[in-house]
């Protein structure tokens, strides 16, 4: 047997429709910050070139920044509220393969994706403590998800989530029950 047939040997667990943990989490976070903040100074530096070549004004003249804030804010509800309301999780959760779903595991409605959205910040104050769900909690849940009805969990969308062999047996040795390497009944 080589060293490939060996890799392929180790039973990899399925974790599509499990709830996703800190450090998914964390990164989907930090994948949507990015995205947030490069798009809007993208499209804010093009406002400001298109302003300058047709009305000979930059809208630069912000000078408190107050504008520029409100606007950042409203670019990030929308954001998030709408690929939320749309497909069930944002750009950041799509690249992790995350997916939001209602706390019994049906499709997010746009009721539940406006509150979750409305309720995010509660979550950072004070000092990110609404996070610490993600962290103590069985289904990894934030303030957020609390107050909304949601959970966060793996799926790739057509394709099956599975963890890399090596992390599989780990994993079934430590957690036993929570995952399972058998495939689901409908697959």
Excluded: N
């Excluded at 994948?31 to 047709?54: E, H, N, P, Y």
């Excluded at 994706?113 to 934030?142: D, K, M, N, W, Y």
Aim: hydrophobic share 50%; aromatic share 6%; proline share 4%.
């Amino acid at each position: 047997m080589s060293h490939s047939d060996a890799w392929h040997a180790v039973p990899r667990l399925r974790v599509t429709g499990h709830y996703a943990g800190v450090v998914s989490r964390a990164a989907s976070a930090a994948l949507d910050v990015a995205i947030i903040l490069g798009s809007f100074t993208a499209g804010l530096a093009g406002l400001d070139l298109l302003s300058r070549m047709v009305f000979g004004a930059s809208l630069a003249r912000d000078e408190a920044g107050v504008l520029s804030t409100v606007a950042l804010a409203l670019w990030a509800f929308l954001y998030v509220y709408l690929s939320m309301a749309i497909a069930g999780r944002t750009l950041g959760k799509g690249i992790v393969g995350l997916r939001v779903v209602a706390a019994d595991g049906s499709t997010l409605s746009g009721r539940r994706a406006l509150i979750r959205t409305l309720c995010l910040p509660l979550s950072a104050l004070p000092a990110g403590a609404g996070f610490v769900g993600i962290i103590v909690q069985r289904e990894h849940r934030a303030l957020h998800d609390l107050l909304a009805g949601t959970a966060v969990v793996y799926d790739w969308g057509g394709r099956v989530a599975e963890l890399p062999g090596p992390l599989s047996d780990f994993l079934a040795r430590k957690a036993g029950a929570e995952y399972s390497s058998r495939p689901p009944a409908d697959g």
